[in-house]
């Protein structure tokens, strides 16, 4: 499979009490088509994934699986887990739930050390659904695992049949083009850094899953239309938006400030989860302020 266009990495909607929401969802699968997002990855660092329990997350992969049914979008279950029953029992409910496909990040406390070792952790992982195609989530910022993830994919797909792709979320561009040349291109490699979307349209990726497609769609689809169109000087004048929104909100706090700016766009996704630490009011009516000065409102209206 090989997918285009913006995927999501929704938020996981929770009460004031910090308990899991999930009549929440339906608002956001509907936000989601609504602004022309293809798809979702679910359950992923946006989602806050390794702050949730598993039983939480198959609650979630539920939910989704029947809420991006309804509204068009594909599903992707995030199933990385520092465990490996839970791993596997989360890859089983995203089949039960018809996902499309599976991603999961390496694991954060006992890490592979190696490439064969991430092939064999993988391959016992997908090995309770071999036929839902998978992705490597590469977010080495976070899982602390960097490896040479073009070698993962020339190396993976003979202990890991179904290995679509990868999710990049990695800085390191010539490995970019480098995953985009193995067996000839064949492999679905979906840029994961928002601000920096033209240089993986350059680089040959036509998918892209990120966080701020959640309130952010309607800067980005310009980006892909112009550059499509060969008009770089629009796609950058859009880009540089989204490095404005980007770099506003993360100057409050990046998560728990995006799940604010949802709020502000009709779309309540409750607070973060701690330790992830909330905004102030006071806080959200600067971050709202300073929002309304760049004029993200009216670029996302």
């Known amino acids: ?11 996981t909607p929770c009460n004031a009490d910090y308990s899991l929401n999930t009549e929440a969802v339906a608002k956001q699968a509907w936000h989601l088509a609504d602004t022309g997002v293809k798809g979702v990855f679910v359950g992923g660092t946006t989602g806050e994934c390794h702050s949730y329990s598993t039983a939480e997350r198959i609650e979630l992969f539920k939910t989704w699986g029947s809420e991006a049914k309804a509204n068009g979008l594909v599903n992707i279950a995030h199933v ?16 039960a739930s018809e996902a499309d496909a599976i991603g999961a990040m390496a694991p954060s406390f006992f890490k592979p050390g190696s490439v064969d070792e991430l092939i064999d952790w ?6 309770a659904a071999p036929e839902l195609p998978f992705y490597f989530y590469d977010i080495p910022s976070m899982t602390g695992v960097s490896l040479d993830t073009a070698d993962f994919l020339r190396r993976g797909r003979e202990r890991i049949p179904s290995l679509a792709g990868v999710k990049f979320t990695n800085p390191d561009q010539e490995l970019l083009k480098e995953c985009m040349q193995v067996e000839d291109g064949s492999f679905d490699i979906l840029f994961g850094t928002d601000e920096k979307l033209i240089e993986g349209l350059e680089i040959g990726c036509r998918g892209a899953v990120g966080s701020s497609y959640n309130f952010a769609a309607k800067i980005y689809h310009p980006i892909l239309k112009a550059y499509e169109q060969g008009d770089l000087e629009t796609a950058n004048l859009w880009q540089d938006r989204s490095i404005q929104t980007i770099d506003t909100i993360t100057a409050h706090g990046y998560l728990p400030a995006t799940k604010a700016v949802m709020d502000m766009l009709g779309v309540a996704c409750g607070p973060a989860r701690p330790p992830l630490v909330n905004l102030t009011e006071t806080a959200k009516a600067s971050l709202k302020a300073e929002l309304e000065e760049i004029g993200f409102f009216d670029w996302v209206s």
């Open 1 to 11: 499979m090989k997918l285009t266009g913006l995927i999501a990495a929704p938020h």
């Open 80 to 95: 990385g887990h520092n465990n490996l029953p839970d791993a596997q029992a989360l890859v089983k409910t995203a089949q």
């Open 122 to 127: 993988f391959a016992l992982i997908t090995k």
